[in-house]
């Protein structure tokens, strides 16, 4: 599985979240936030790979999160663009089908991406939607870059546009159930998170 994450020392993270309380709390928090979706992920029956924002902080990231199969330096490109390079590469390196993962969904975990992978037995796409209207997991058998072509990033229109992209594709897709995606501090809430001044984790 593709796992993105940006570095938290480094990068412009959770935005909506920096809104409210500033950005090193935020940075603590992503960072948390990441260092739980990395472990929920581990199985020891399929290959981890980090996909790591920026480029020039791959060595960093994979000190912070250990255990990756494999870490990659995500090129400068737009999230669409990003999220495509990472199929690409995987399905270059021949893999039979791949999964893209969002750190900022802790409630996927490894059991998605084989529930996933049963789906692709007999679906072409599979997704795991979330609360704001994104995805959370996406998974193909073949590369499909068209997937991510006019989609718009950071709106509650990332599902519904790449359902319809797969409609006009005649992609068979399957849904998994919904999960939270942290965008706001009202998500962290949610999901049970204390917020600084407390600790910074769930």
Not at 75 to 99: N, Q, T
Request: charged share 25%; glycine share 8%.
């Amino acid at each position: 599985m593709l796992v993105f994450v940006r570095d938290w020392r480094s990068s412009e993270v959770l935005p909506g979240v920096a809104d409210a309380l500033g950005g090193e709390a935020t940075r603590q928090i992503y960072k948390k936030l990441a260092e739980t979706s990395w472990g929920n992920l581990m199985d020891p029956r399929y290959e981890r790979w980090l996909m790591a924002h920026p480029a020039e902080a791959v060595d960093s990231v994979a000190e912070w999160l250990p255990g990756a199969d494999q870490v990659f330096p995500l090129p400068p490109l737009g999230r669409g663009d990003r999220l495509d390079w990472g199929f690409r590469h995987a399905f270059s390196k021949g893999m039979p089908w791949v999964a893209g993962v969002r750190m900022e969904c802790p409630e996927i975990n490894s059991r998605h991406f084989r529930e996933v992978g049963r789906a692709l037995q007999e679906s072409d796409l599979a997704l795991v939607p979330t609360q704001r209207g994104s995805y959370g997991m996406i998974a193909m058998k073949e590369h499909y870059p068209e997937i991510f072509e006019g989609v718009p990033w950071g709106t509650r229109e990332v599902f519904q546009a790449t359902m319809d992209i797969a409609l006009d594709m005649e992609l068979s897709v399957y849904c998994l159930p919904e999960v939270k995606e942290v965008a706001v501090v009202d998500d962290l809430i949610k999901l049970g998170w204390q917020l600084p001044g407390q600790s910074c984790g769930p």
